[in-house]
């Protein structure tokens, strides 16, 4: 007879029924990859709300993404059906501050309706403030300065907490009292930044007891997922509302803290166990996810990082594909080898949902784009923009089409003040007056008005030195490779350096999309074909098709499953990124590698890795060496091909002239001599890649016998 057991608890392993069950007091569960974390407490949040335990209203739980809290409202909704409706507290920590902080607002100093900052409105106070206090804005800029209070934010410091101690330095000292005077101008305009959604929401409940007290009372359960990635904040913040009941159950697991860049701290998991004595520790071994060689290898590959909690992984799944890695001969290869693979599976019957490809950084979408827009594969972008819809690129469009048609007022409107010359809506207005006046496009009207006394000053100086520009950029169209004139022309008109000048973990990012811009248009013949391409791209936008294979980043894919993943791109300095070996330190390499620890364990029947030996970035060619990360694979779960003739002796022949290139670093030690990607003459490109059918062993240098790996996965 079928047992009575509600629908939530049916198929769950012991230990995550204990996850469910253990409702009262102190819970953590601390487990690998698809060891079902997320199914164990979503079944929690549905047990609480089935047996009476609490209405969904007095249930916090956090995600990590908006769609992850809509997925687990979907997912409660099926296991529950009507009881719920909808939960007011599942979201993300910024989401749930938010809402907090509305209520109580006038406690910090706010009012309700306050609005939230956006970086460009951030940065502009933060300037206004550092000249205002006779700081030379230059040196001491405000991008480094956000940067700062941000993360001090994140470690949960208000002005007044910022010791004298304090290791991050602005303007010799000056960073708190600057910090201050920031969140005085913040509440004297009614406007918050995202970081002050938690830190208020902190104050609040560290300095109002009552407050602290009605929340502590409300929330008779706090579920938390993704734990691994929560900040000092963040976690002082769960902390007090849950010191009352300490009903808190966190998931998560140590291997996948991908998130350090922003303020995450994996010790928080350390911490609970002390904040909260006598938490119940549970571990899930079994994984559901992935064959046994996804396992395996993502297991190999994670042993290379020190410091870890260790964990055991297993999974009854008995068959399955070794994981592929794919040598090509460059990037556009790649794409083209990646098309044809998701063609065959679809010709198999497999549906492109469940198709994946994942980057490192955002840049490695284009040629993807591309190709599946030749092809015709319809593809979404996921946590991210498709290429040509990204602001940065937009702008450079804009910049293009003002030269290529003069009349296109969009464009011209769009960049006439980015980056920002002085031109403001004022000046704007008078243009567009003009234009309609006399029937001319702005650019001409921009041309015009310079004869007149309409603009006065700065205004007019800047204004004039656009006119300048542009006329001079579509002079130099006919003598210059349309290309080049795009890269010139970012850096005339002020837009790269303005970038550059942009420290933000997102501004390297963009330089390399304006680089993979230039490297694009390269295809074309002339600019107005380029531009014609790029439209019908745009357009393709229109399709709502429903089966799409995904493009994501490896961060944003954190949480999910496909059956079938691609992994392009994994070369040192694209993964690991330039920018971790740059560091050099341990800590951002064996945070890359957390990364591709979550990258391998996304997939659940099969992974393709792809590295390419040519490469080109910042429109440069450059010859690469396979990741570092495909050569720590155990090379029992992996199976290694390549469509070059003599591929596999010219990347020995590359490493053996520098030496043993994976010595140090898979010892932690550091960078290894200069084998670091090294330029490689311009004319690669006009040499066809070979495709042969020769299956070589591309990885030789995975075969290094490793002592030093003390928690293996038990695989069976
Ligand atoms: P990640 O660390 O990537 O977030 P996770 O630990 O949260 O992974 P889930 O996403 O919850 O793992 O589960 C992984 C897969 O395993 C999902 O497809 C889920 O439906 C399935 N799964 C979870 N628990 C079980 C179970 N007891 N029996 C069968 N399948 C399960
Ligand atoms: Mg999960």
Same mark, same amino acid.
């Given at each position: 007879?079928?047992?009575?057991?509600?629908?939530?608890?049916?198929?769950?392993?012991?230990?995550?029924?204990?996850?469910?069950?253990?409702?009262?007091?102190?819970?953590?569960?601390?487990?690998?990859?698809? %060891?079902?974390?997320?199914?164990?407490?979503?079944?929690?949040?549905?047990?609480?709300?089935?047996?009476?335990?609490?209405? /969904?209203?007095?249930?916090?739980?956090?995600?990590?993404?908006?769609?992850?809290?809509?997925?687990?409202?979907?997912?409660?909704?099926?296991?529950?059906?009507?009881?719920?409706?909808?939960?007011?507290? !599942?979201?993300?920590?910024?989401?749930?501050?938010?809402?907090?902080?509305?209520?109580?607002?006038?406690?910090?100093?706010?009012?309700?309706?306050?609005?939230?900052?956006?970086?460009?409105?951030?940065?502009?106070?933060?300037?206004? !403030?550092?000249?205002?206090?006779?700081?030379?804005?230059?040196?001491?800029?405000?991008?480094?300065?956000?940067?700062?209070?941000?993360?001090?934010?994140?470690?949960?410091?208000?002005?007044?907490?910022?010791?004298?101690?304090? @290791?991050?330095?602005?303007?010799?000292?000056?960073?708190?009292?600057?910090?201050?005077?920031?969140?005085?101008?913040?509440? =004297?305009?009614?406007?918050?930044?995202?970081?002050?959604?938690?830190?208020?929401?902190?104050? $609040?409940?560290?300095?109002?007891?009552?407050?602290?007290?009605?929340?502590?009372?409300?929330?008779?359960?706090?579920?938390?997922?993704?734990?691994?990635?929560?900040?000092?904040?963040?976690?002082?913040? !769960?902390?007090?509302?849950?010191?009352?009941?300490?009903? $808190?159950?966190?998931?998560?697991?140590?291997?996948?803290?991908?998130?350090?860049?922003?303020?995450?701290?994996?010790?928080? $998991?350390?911490?609970?166990?002390?904040?909260?004595?006598?938490?119940?520790?549970?571990?899930?071994?079994?994984?559901?996810?992935? %064959?046994?060689?996804?396992?395996?290898?993502?297991?190999?590959?994670?042993?290379?990082?020190?410091?870890?909690?260790?964990?055991?992984?297993?999974?009854?799944?008995? #068959?399955?594909?070794?994981?592929?890695?794919?040598?090509?001969?460059?990037?556009?290869?790649?794409?083209?080898?990646?098309?044809?693979?998701?063609?065959?599976?679809?010709?198999?019957?497999?549906?492109?949902?469940?198709?994946?490809?994942?980057?490192?950084?955002?840049?490695?979408?284009?040629?993807?784009?591309?190709?599946?827009?030749?092809?015709?594969?319809?593809?979404?972008?996921?946590?991210?923009?498709?290429?040509?819809?990204?602001?940065?690129?937009?702008?450079?469009?804009?910049?293009?089409?003002?030269?290529?048609?003069?009349?296109?007022?969009?464009?011209?409107?769009? $960049?006439?003040?980015?980056?920002?010359?002085?031109?403001?809506?004022?000046?704007?207005?008078?243009?567009?007056?003009?234009?309609?006046?006399?029937?001319?496009?702005?650019?001409?009207? =921009?041309?015009?008005?310079?004869?007149?006394? #309409?603009?006065?000053?700065?205004?007019?100086? @800047?204004?004039?030195?656009?006119?300048?520009?542009?006329?001079?950029?579509?002079?130099?169209?006919?003598? !210059?490779?349309?290309?080049?004139?795009?890269?010139?022309?970012?850096?005339?008109?002020?837009?790269?350096?303005?970038?550059?000048?942009?420290?933000?973990?997102?501004?390297?990012?963009?330089?390399?999309?304006?680089?993979?811009?230039?490297?694009?248009?390269?295809?074309?013949?002339?600019?107005?074909?380029?531009? #014609?391409?790029? @439209?019908?791209?745009?357009?393709?936008?229109?399709?709502?098709?429903?089966?799409?294979?995904?493009?994501?980043?490896?961060?944003?894919?954190?949480?999910? #499953?496909?059956?079938?993943?691609?992994?392009?791109?994994?070369?040192?300095?694209?993964?690991?990124?330039?920018?971790?070996?740059?560091?050099?330190?341990?800590?951002?390499?064996?945070?890359?590698?957390?990364?591709?620890?979550?990258?391998? %364990?996304?997939?659940?029947?099969?992974?393709?890795?792809?590295?390419?030996?040519?490469?080109?970035?910042?429109?440069?060619?450059?010859?690469?060496? /396979?990741?570092?990360?495909?050569?720590?694979? /155990?090379?029992?779960?992996?199976?290694?091909?390549? %469509?070059?003739?003599?591929?596999?002796?010219?990347?020995?022949?590359?490493?053996?002239?520098?030496?043993?290139?994976?010595?140090?670093?898979?010892?932690?030690?550091?960078?290894?001599?200069?084998?670091?990607?090294?330029?490689?003459?311009?004319?690669?490109?006009?040499?066809?890649?070979?495709?042969?059918?020769?299956?070589?062993?591309?990885?030789?240098?995975?075969?290094?016998?490793?002592?030093?790996?003390?928690?293996?996965?038990?695989?069976?």
């Amino acid at each position: 007879l079928p047992s009575a057991e509600p629908a939530y608890l049916q198929g769950l392993n012991e230990p995550q029924r204990q996850a469910v069950l253990t409702t009262e007091g102190p819970v953590l569960v601390l487990a690998g990859a698809g %060891t079902g974390k997320t199914a164990a407490l979503t079944a929690r949040l549905a047990h609480l709300v089935a047996t009476r335990r609490a209405w /969904p209203s007095e249930i916090l739980a956090v995600t990590f993404t908006n769609k992850a809290a809509r997925e687990m409202k979907e997912r409660i909704g099926r296991l529950l059906g009507d009881m719920v409706e909808g939960m007011p507290w !599942l979201g993300t920590f910024h989401a749930i501050a938010a809402k907090m902080l509305r209520r109580h607002a006038e406690l910090v100093g706010l009012e309700s309706n306050f609005t939230i900052l956006d970086t460009d409105d951030q940065l502009r106070l933060l300037k206004q !403030l550092i000249i205002a206090a006779g700081i030379d804005e230059k040196r001491w800029t405000a991008r480094q300065l956000a940067g700062i209070i941000d993360r001090w934010k994140n470690r949960g410091l208000p002005p007044a907490d910022i010791d004298a101690g304090e @290791s991050e330095t602005f303007a010799d000292g000056r960073g708190q009292e600057l910090y201050r005077a920031y969140q005085d101008r913040l509440r =004297a305009v009614n406007a918050c930044d995202f970081g002050d959604l938690l830190l208020h929401t902190l104050t $609040i409940l560290k300095t109002h007891r009552d407050v602290l007290a009605l929340y502590q009372q409300r929330f008779k359960y706090v579920l938390v997922d993704e734990y691994q990635d929560t900040n000092s904040s963040q976690y002082l913040w !769960l902390r007090l509302i849950a010191q009352e009941r300490k009903n $808190i159950c966190c998931v998560g697991d140590d291997d996948q803290s991908i998130y350090s860049w922003r303020g995450a701290e994996v010790a928080n $998991i350390l911490r609970f166990e002390k904040d909260f004595p006598g938490a119940a520790v549970i571990r899930l071994e079994q994984n559901y996810r992935s %064959t046994p060689h996804i396992l395996a290898a993502a297991s190999g590959l994670i042993a290379n990082n020190g410091g870890r909690l260790g964990k055991t992984l297993w999974t009854d799944v008995a #068959e399955g594909e070794k994981i592929r890695i794919v040598g090509v001969w460059d990037g556009p290869e790649e794409a083209r080898r990646i098309g044809d693979e998701i063609e065959a599976i679809q010709r198999r019957g497999g549906r492109l949902e469940d198709v994946a490809i994942l980057v490192r950084a955002q840049f490695q979408t284009r040629e993807l784009e591309d190709r599946f827009i030749a092809i015709g594969l319809p593809y979404r972008i996921v946590g991210g923009f498709r290429f040509y819809e990204r602001a940065e690129i937009r702008d450079a469009l804009a910049y293009l089409r003002v030269i290529a048609q003069p009349a296109d007022d969009l464009a011209f409107e769009r $960049i006439v003040n980015v980056p920002k010359r002085g031109l403001g809506d004022k000046a704007v207005a008078k243009l567009h007056m003009l234009a309609r006046a006399q029937g001319i496009p702005l650019t001409l009207a =921009a041309a015009r008005i310079l004869d007149t006394d #309409e603009l006065t000053g700065a205004a007019r100086r @800047s204004l004039g030195n656009l006119v300048g520009d542009i006329a001079r950029w579509r002079d130099r169209l006919s003598a !210059l490779p349309h290309a080049e004139l795009a890269r010139q022309m970012l850096d005339e008109s002020g837009y790269t350096a303005m970038l550059q000048a942009d420290r933000s973990a997102e501004s390297a990012g963009r330089l390399e999309n304006l680089a993979e811009l230039a490297r694009a248009m390269e295809e074309y013949e002339t600019l107005p074909a380029f531009l #014609e391409h790029v @439209s019908l791209v745009m357009d393709n936008d229109a399709d709502r098709e429903s089966s799409k294979v995904t493009i994501m980043t490896i961060h944003a894919a954190k949480g999910l #499953e496909f059956d079938t993943v691609f992994l392009a791109g994994w070369e040192e300095g694209v993964f690991p990124s330039q920018r971790a070996l740059d560091e050099g330190g341990t800590a951002s390499l064996e945070e890359e590698r957390r990364l591709a620890y979550v990258a391998i %364990t996304r997939a659940r029947r099969q992974c393709i890795i792809f590295h390419a030996a040519n490469r080109r970035i910042y429109g440069q060619w450059t010859s690469s060496i /396979p990741s570092r990360f495909v050569g720590e694979l /155990p090379p029992a779960n992996i199976e290694s091909e390549t %469509t070059m003739s003599g591929g596999e002796s010219l990347w020995r022949a590359q490493w053996s002239e520098q030496g043993d290139p994976f010595g140090d670093i898979a010892r932690g030690t550091g960078r290894g001599p200069g084998w670091q990607r090294a330029a490689v003459a311009g004319n690669m490109r006009s040499q066809p890649g070979r495709v042969v059918e020769s299956r070589a062993s591309a990885v030789s240098f995975a075969a290094k016998p490793r002592s030093d790996v003390s928690i293996g996965a038990r695989v069976f």
